[in-house]
């Protein structure tokens, strides 16, 4: 079997399906890698780095699409609109595709795929359960974006809640990465009201200890 990994061409997207650490667990396994020119680039990986775990190094789009079993993606045809048209013509009878397909919300992409004999393995659709967590990118992608939201939010920098024109981060500098208090803000889109719930310290006092971490003294 041989597996493609194409670079991803949605606007924005920056990740890549596979990590050339990944490329010898597969090649163990049987499995040739066959990895776009520049896949990894947007991800910090290069085309050296694949190559020197043992991927090949597909000179085209085309030449990975006409030369791999199964298709690994990011963000998958059903998820990619664009990429559907200009990728229709090089999916093939036989083919697997593998990604984020937000297949639920694409039938007519996915009526066209089913049409060309290929099969769609929509990950966003796996269950979110204990047994297969490790195949759960809904829940790694979101614990990523919880953290990396954290960092800009305790830097009291302007972040947006939800993918609206949301406020709610913004109505209180207050959080408990920087002064641990028992009380929570909680945000609930797209009303952007704000649920309350306090024990101890007070707000008063907890904004008070996050303007003096600002300053640079330790949190009480």
């Known amino acids: 079997m041989k597996v493609g990994i194409p670079k991803e061409a949605s606007p924005d997207e920056r990740r890549v399906a596979l990590v050339p650490a990944s490329v010898p667990v597969l090649l163990k396994k049987g499995v040739q890698v066959l990895v776009e020119r520049g896949a990894g680039e947007e991800a910090g990986y290069r085309d050296a780095e694949y190559a020197d ?15 791999a079993d199964l298709v690994l993606q990011v ?42 004999g290929a099969t769609v393995l929509s990950l966003d659709l796996i269950p979110r359960i204990s047994r297969a967590q490790a195949m759960d990118v809904l829940s790694s992608m ?10 800009p939010a305790a830097s009291g920098r302007r972040l947006p809640a939800c993918q609206a024109d949301c406020t709610a981060w913004t109505s209180t500098r207050v959080n408990r990465l920087l002064c641990r208090p028992r009380w929570y803000v909680q ?17 008063s006092s907890c904004i008070s200890q996050r303007e003096s971490i600002r300053a640079g003294s330790p949190c009480k």
């Open 75 to 116: 963000r998958g045809l059903g998820a990619d609109p664009e990429g559907w048209v200009r990728d229709a013509g090089s999916v093939r009878r036989g083919q697997v595709l593998v990604g984020i397909h937000d297949a639920l919300s694409a039938p007519v992409v996915m009526r066209e795929i089913a049409a060309r």
């Open 187 to 203: 945000s609930v889109c797209p009303s952007h009201t704000w649920s309350h719930e306090r024990t101890s310290p007070s707000v």
């Open 53 to 67: 775990k043992g991927a090949q190094l597909a000179q085209s789009r085309a030449e990975l699409f006409a030369s």
């Open 142 to 151: 979101a614990t990523i974006a919880g953290y990396k939201a954290a960092i």
